[in-house]
């Protein structure tokens, strides 16, 4: 890996195009596929015929420090609007797998009980009610109207983005923490410098960082094309991650590869030799030396794959409306959107995408292929005879859930590999 010369402010992105690597500099790009222009994924559409925008959507890697990324800096505020709809805690499933952060943390790092934790892009501040099960002071930064939601649930919650100047404010106010997360969010800032800086502000001298983001190397193993969209800037290897951390001073000391979303990777950050880098860290490098080999075997079936999926899935689509059957999706995570938008699958192919009563998407409309969300209790009154599950990483929990409400019908997997149960 080289070590190429770029100013860490380089780390803040301005919207628009991106010409190098997001991380090292690299202007040397390979890029895998491109996945048409398409609207940001969580920008749910309250009428079928409201003006939508649309980006490129291309998806890259960096040969130098193994990097996935996308090309395409869209605005945040219009990504993290403040009538944002996603939730975390609504689904069992992954509350379960959002609390073994700070089983963890408190299992590995051994912080005192009246430590604080902050966890920036919080949400409905469901990871933080992990740690304040453990005596954890918790204080969370969510930018969307999400943030009221955990400030009524008794998470307190500060409603910004989160900067140097919000950071300065916090450590005024709250003092140092010992622990800062950043779950399903790190991937996704473009302001990275600022961020990492106000990280470094805002934690105590034997703090750790602890991320959680997307995992390259299960991204192309199961062909998850589907969790690649404009919120997810970049898609990170450990090898990208300790490059980034350099930058700053930080160095990863520990990792976990999780299932989390997929698979992900979760990474331990401290100040540069506060920690004993644990094996874990060497066997991991090893193993995606390994697989980003210099073939680039692994990303070129990776776009192989992807081209191949689409068609299948939209023949057995069209095999089941050519005879009149219905045809619905159970879940609208964000991920579904590049996933129908890449395929072109709309209002036609599919009749409508059933939800959990308590999802902030209900009753109204996907972007881009205009397909209505509605209450699930429709598609366990219709039984369609083909759903497809859109939240596929978490289909064991789901269909079992579903078969105990009722539901009989036929469920297509569509990744990594079709299946019909």
Known sequence: MKNLSINKNNHNLKSGHI??????????????????????????????????????????????????????????????????????GITKTLVEKLYSTS??????????????????????????????RFNFKVLGIEPTNIAKIANEDGIETIQAFFDILIAKKIRLSYGPAKVVTATNVFAHVPNLCSLIEGIKIIIDQKGVFISESHYLVDLIKTVQYDSIYHEHLKYYSLHSLIQLFKYYDLEVFDVELIKNYGGSIRVYTGNKGEYRIKKSVTDCLNQEKKFFDKSNQRLNDFRKNVVANRKEIVNIIDRYKSKGKKVVGIGCPGRCSTFLNYCEINSEKIDYIAEQKTSLKLNKFLPGMKIPIIDEKVMLNDQPELTIILSWHYHKEIIKILRKKGLKSKVLIPLPKIKII
């Open 19 to 88: 010409k190098k690597c997001q991380i090292c500099g690299n202007k040397k790009l390979m890029k895998i596929i491109d996945l048409g222009n398409q609207p940001p994924c969580d920008s749910i559409l309250d009428k079928k015929n409201q003006r939508e925008f649309k980006y490129p959507l291309n998806f890259l890697f960096c040969k130098n420090c193994f990097l996935g990324q996308i090309d395409y800096v869209v605005p945040p505020k219009k990504l993290f609007f403040k009538k944002y709809p996603y939730r975390s």
């Open 103 to 132: 089983e963890m943390a408190k299992k590995k790092l051994k912080f005192s009980s009246n430590s604080l934790c902050i966890d920036i892009g919080s949400n409905d501040g469901t990871l933080l009610k992990g740690f304040k």
